[in-house]
């Protein structure tokens, strides 16, 4: 599993597009968790430091679903909201 980060050179975009490329057959062993772990990995590698949005506490708490699409919602130090997204 390799997971992509689309547009890297657009720092303004306040949203992150990821792909993830996944070899036939191994769709069925990613599991939820193992795709939120990733996604909170890949806005900690990009922003440092990251903060849960709204009421929320943790960083767990900070998925949506839609349609076909997992989204990850998160502040940053300077209080920006950002999300990440990925199709399922």
């Not at 599993?1 to 303004?12: A, G, H, I, V």
């Not at 057959?25 to 440092?48: C, E, F, P, Q, V």
């Not at 009421?55 to 349609?67: A, G, M, P, S, Y």
Request: glycine share 2%.
């Amino acid at each position: 599993m390799t997971l992509r980060q689309s547009k890297p050179e657009d720092k303004k975009n306040d949203i992150v597009y990821l792909s993830l490329n996944v070899s036939k057959g191994a769709a069925d062993s990613i599991s939820m968790n193992d795709l939120k772990k990733t996604m909170i990995k890949k806005a900690k590698d990009r922003y440092k430091k990251i903060h849960p949005c709204g009421r929320r506490r943790k960083l767990d708490e900070c998925f949506t679903v839609e349609d076909d699409t997992l989204c990850f919602w998160f502040n940053t130090d300077d209080q920006s909201t950002h999300v990440l997204h990925t199709q399922l």
